[in-house]
């Protein structure tokens, strides 16, 4: 009997071992990728008010990155309906403005619609939580399993790109990408491929009647809704809603044709120019307290330069005075430099003071940096109150711009700390004619190339030196750059190139080449390459200092 448990045990064993390393191995050849194509949308599903396109998720390059895309089109006045998702969300918004509803659990309807003399609107006001409005270029981030809605209120359409990391760690489920609606009957799968295919049932010869009676119920079940709440009873849902049993079958759609995306026939009144006006006073308060912030630290550099400016000419001073003063006035020489030392001992203690002082903010700072980081909800931020979008497409929000090539923006932890959580960053990037983004590498992520507008080339190199991506690229299309492999970029000689990227990891390092030639010795570039000094000189120190390199009166070859 010992034996024969000892024998399972270590079949079991094995038999766990041989699939881990199975499944192991399937996610390493998954990364093999000899050859990276640029990617379309392959399904699309037309809705009353719009259109959702999505990438089929089985291609080699989206299942080596973990990640699926969607890109949704909403017509004016258009609403998509509330869903939620297993993975973590990040929304690029291509064109046109709109505004976002989230539902965060624990989190209090902090909104409530004003009292209207209407008698019947006395009796129960409207209350919900925070609506958030959006434009172009903004990047919004999207917690799992938090469910949220969208509304065009624009005059034209909205498309925005949403990126689903289907491997994070949040995700406790397979990759498979899940959208869960809340309401609606879906015409159509948005992820046709990864559906589950359930048997059909059988039913079983129990009588005229009771074959009757189970037909009628078969029937039923089919033309309910495919959200969430049509799993349910209607009467299930009627007590547990405190409803109508008529409410509730409205609440599952069971003829509803409009889809994912439905028609707000005279807007939704919510969405009025006094929301409009607080929100973008919101936004003017807030880039005033950066730029307030931003001359603040730079007139305290000033003041601190000047500072060491006076001292250092006040030291020169006095010791021009010793050496020019004869042996009879000795005495007060001595006195004058006694009281020069007691002065710069005095500033000193004061700069001391000034540098505890601003040793304790950074302690401080750090404290709540391991608060967030571990995830704990303390009262610098939660989740309630966290900012969940920010601009990158604006030209003052640039981190990196040359005026004759196009410019860089990121957006990662550091300037969005919501982030942090999600395991996600975006990079925009905008080429001018002939711009060229020299040779890089992510160090630390997957990045995922959309062309949002214009046209240019795009070059990949893997491990061994071979190129598996050179090609062009046009609006709409979809590359996926694994991590480590070089890349460079370069618009068209017609027209630029602008492009977002999205990456899988909330603090995305980059590399650059030129860079990492500067960082390097000059005798070891020299001997690693077989280069003379003038040769070497030439390549840490000449061109652009930047990644982003000046056009050639011609377009040149990557």
């Known amino acids: 009997m010992a034996k024969h448990f000892l024998f399972s045990f270590c079949w079991l064993l094995f038999t766990t071992a041989c699939l881990a390393h199975h499944s192991e191995l399937d996610r390493f050849n998954k990364c093999q990728l000899d050859s990276i194509n640029a990617l379309e949308p392959d399904h699309r599903v037309e809705s009353?008010?719009?259109?959702?396109?999505?990438?089929n998720p089985n291609h080699p390059e989206l299942q080596c990155a973990g990640v699926s895309l969607i890109r949704r089109t909403i017509d004016p006045n258009g609403l998509h309906l509330p869903s939620y998702s297993p993975s973590p969300q990040l929304i690029f918004i291509i064109q046109g403005k709109g505004v976002l509803g989230l539902a965060v659990p624990g989190c209090?309807?902090?909104?409530?619609?004003?009292r209207s003399q209407s008698r019947q609107q006395q009796q129960q006001r409207d209350s919900h939580q925070k609506i958030r409005r959006f434009s172009k270029g903004d990047v919004i981030a999207i917690p799992p399993g938090i469910p949220y809605w969208t509304y065009n209120y624009g005059d034209e359409p909205?498309?925005?790109?949403?990126?689903?990391?289907?491997?994070?760690?949040?995700?406790?489920?397979?990759?498979?990408?899940?959208?869960?609606?809340?309401?609606?009957?879906?015409?159509e799968a948005e992820f046709p491929e990864t559906q589950e295919q359930h048997p059909q049932r059988h039913s079983?010869?129990?009588?005229?009647?009771?074959?009757?009676?189970?037909?009628?119920?078969?029937s039923e079940e089919q033309n309910k809704g495919k959200s969430v709440l049509s799993g349910f009873s209607a009467e299930f849902l009627a007590h547990s809603l405190d409803t109508k049993e008529e409410t509730a079958k409205k609440l599952q759609s069971p003829r509803d044709q409009r889809g994912q995306i439905v028609k707000v026939e005279k807007g939704l009144h919510i969405i009025s120019s006094e929301l409009q006006e607080e929100e973008q006073q919101e936004e003017e308060e807030e880039e005033e307290r950066e730029q307030r912030h931003h001359k603040d630290s730079e007139r305290e550099d000033e003041d601190e330069d000047e500072k060491e400016e006076q001292e250092q000419r006040q030291t020169k001073h006095s010791k021009k005075e010793e050496e020019d003063e004869d042996e009879p006035r000795s005495h007060e020489s001595r006195k004058w430099k006694k009281h020069t030392k007691e002065k710069k001992r005095e500033s000193h203690g004061r700069g001391g003071e000034k540098q505890e002082q601003e040793k304790k903010e950074e302690e401080e700072e750090e404290i709540q940096r391991q608060h967030s980081k571990g995830g704990k909800n303390g009262l610098e931020e939660t989740i309630c109150s966290s900012k969940i979008r920010e601009n990158i497409a604006r030209p003052s929000r640039a981190d990196l711009y040359n005026p004759r090539v196009g410019r860089i923006s990121t957006v990662n932890s550091l300037t969005l700390p919501i982030l942090r959580k999600l395991r996600l960053s975006a990079e925009y990037v905008l080429l001018y004619r002939n711009g060229i983004y020299a040779p890089h590498w992510n160090n630390n992520a997957n990045s995922l190339l959309y062309v949002i507008r214009g046209?240019?080339?795009?070059?990949?190199?893997?491990?061994?030196?071979n190129p598996v991506f050179d090609n062009k690229v046009r609006k709409g299309q979809l590359v996926v750059v694994p991590q480590n492999f070089v890349v460079a970029q370069q618009a068209g000689n017609e027209e630029g190139l602008e492009y977002v990227v999205f990456k899988t990891n909330d603090r995305a390092a980059v590399s650059h080449v030129k860079q990492v030639f500067r960082a390097t010795p000059a005798e070891v570039l020299a001997n690693a390459f077989g280069l003379r000094k003038s040769e070497v000189a030439q390549i840490k120190y000449n061109g652009n200092r930047g990644p982003l390199i000046q056009p050639q009166s011609q377009p040149q070859s990557l």
């Open 158 to 187: 909205l498309v925005a790109i949403s990126l689903l990391d289907t491997s994070n760690t949040l995700n406790q489920l397979d990759s498979t990408p899940r959208v869960f609606y809340l309401g609606g009957n879906l015409p």
């Open 108 to 114: 209090p309807e902090t909104y409530e619609e004003p």
């Open 204 to 218: 079983s010869p129990i009588g005229r009647r009771g074959g009757q009676q189970q037909q009628e119920e078969e």
């Open 48 to 55: 009353e008010a719009g259109l959702t396109e999505t990438w």
């Open 455 to 465: 046209q240019g080339r795009v070059r990949i190199v893997n491990s061994q030196g």
